[in-house]
Each structure stands twice: as C-alpha cells, then as structure tokens.
C-alpha cells in the first residue's frame, strides 16, 4: 500500500523554539493534510493544503504543499507547551475514499 | 454534541471473547471509516462504508465485521479476540477525504 515517510519521528525543544517536520512519498498525491492528536484523543485536523507549491497558515502553523506533489512540511512557530502532541501527516489519492496517514511525529516542549 | 461519539472509550476483555464497538456521527456526512492505532501509535485504516455500502475493506482478519445500518452509524464487531487485537480503533467519518476526517475520541481495546 501507500506509504508517506514522516519524519522526524520524535523531536524534544524548548518553549519557544520553532519546530519542523516533513512528509515525504513515491507517489503523488492530490491532498495533503496535517493532524495533531492530543493523548486520549482523536486526531484533529490542522491544516489541509490542494494546490502544489501551496502556503498555509493557520496560527502559528504554517505548511507547504511541495511542488512535486509527493511531499509536504510542517512548521510551528514560538512553539508553547499545549503544542504537545502528535502531528500526522496524511495524502489523499484520485477520488480514492481513503487517507494515507503517516507514523507520526511525537512533539515534546520543555517549560 | 459530540460530532462523532464511541462507544465504549474502554473495554477490557479476555481472549476468545466477542465485542462490539459502535460509532455514531451527527454531521451529515456519508462516508465512515475505522481505523486501528497499534501501540506506535501507526494509523491503519480497516473499513469504510459510504452510504451503508462497503467500499473499503482492507486485509483485515475476517474475525472483524462491521456494519453499517444506516449512514449514521457504523459498529464494528470483533469475534474471537486475541491479544494481538489490543489497539485503540479510531471511527471517522467525512464528507469528502480531501476535507479531511473527523475523529471520534476512540476505543482502546485491551485483551488479556
């Protein structure tokens, strides 16, 4: 099956610090979107990006839609302790019905 | 209202037992998934239904059925558990992958 490569897998950085990370694929994909899921929780949706080469901020979330189409970033700026969580990347296909999800990216903010 | 609710959040069983997990959303949408997060907290889809139709059914052990009676709903049965099933597993729904999926809140599954 289709596997999108999320990396890094953990990342520990102090309140403050800018942060991050990427997915990348063999494939192309015609949607990219980014998740963070709480301890507990469900994943929720961060920010979802359509268009190569596409910039999306939401907050201090910002992220790309590579040019390639088979990759896409992630970054947060001024990073705070609730940013702590894991963040998905995951791809859309065609008009297949499901997403591709990445391993995760595990975030640790140090007070 | 809780946009797409699980039941139970836990439910902790022996091995050889059958349980059910029952998804419900509030949304509209048409399309449901369940997905299984393994203790590396990896993502894997299992099943989805769109309109009470099974359109995805990954390579899942046919120990594992779900069922769809309306588009509303969308349970997933488990017979004969092993301890290998012990995940948390994830309902979705949406109204379009490329929006994105909503969440449900999930179900960890421990068999001992």
């Known amino acids: 099956g289709q596997q999108l490569n999320q990396s890094p897998q953990s990342m520990f950085i102090q309140e403050g610090e800018d942060v991050s990370m990427n997915c990348t694929s063999s494939s192309i994909f015609n949607t990219w979107l980014w998740y963070k899921q709480d301890p507990g929780e469900g994943p929720v949706l961060l920010i979802a990006?359509?268009?190569?080469?596409e910039l999306t901020s939401n907050g201090r979330l910002t992220a790309q839609f590579g040019i390639t189409r088979k990759d896409s970033f992630l970054n947060i700026s001024a990073s705070i302790p609730s940013d702590v969580g894991i963040y998905f990347c995951?791809?859309?296909?065609?008009?297949?019905?499901?997403?591709?999800f990445g391993k995760g990216t595990l975030l640790t903010v140090n007070p | 209202d809780t946009a797409v609710s699980q039941t139970p959040k836990y439910l902790v069983t022996q091995m050889g037992n059958d349980k059910s997990i029952k998804c419900e959303q509030n949304l509209g949408h048409d399309t449901m998934y369940w997905y299984k997060q393994d203790s590396k907290k990896f993502l894997k889809i299992m099943f989805s239904y769109n309109n009470k139709e099974l359109i995805i059914n990954e390579t899942v052990p046919n120990r594992f059925s779900p069922k769809s009676p309306d588009k509303a709903h969308l349970n997933l049965h488990i017979n004969s558990l092993e301890l290998g099933d012990s995940a948390v597993y994830f309902c979705?729904?949406?109204?379009?992958?490329?929006?994105?999926?909503?969440f449900g809140s999930g179900t960890r599954l421990t068999v001992v």
């Open positions: 990006l359509y268009k190569a080469g």
């Open positions: 995951a791809g859309q296909r065609g008009s297949n019905y499901k997403l591709t």
């Open positions: 979705a729904s949406s109204r379009d992958p490329a929006y994105g999926y909503t």
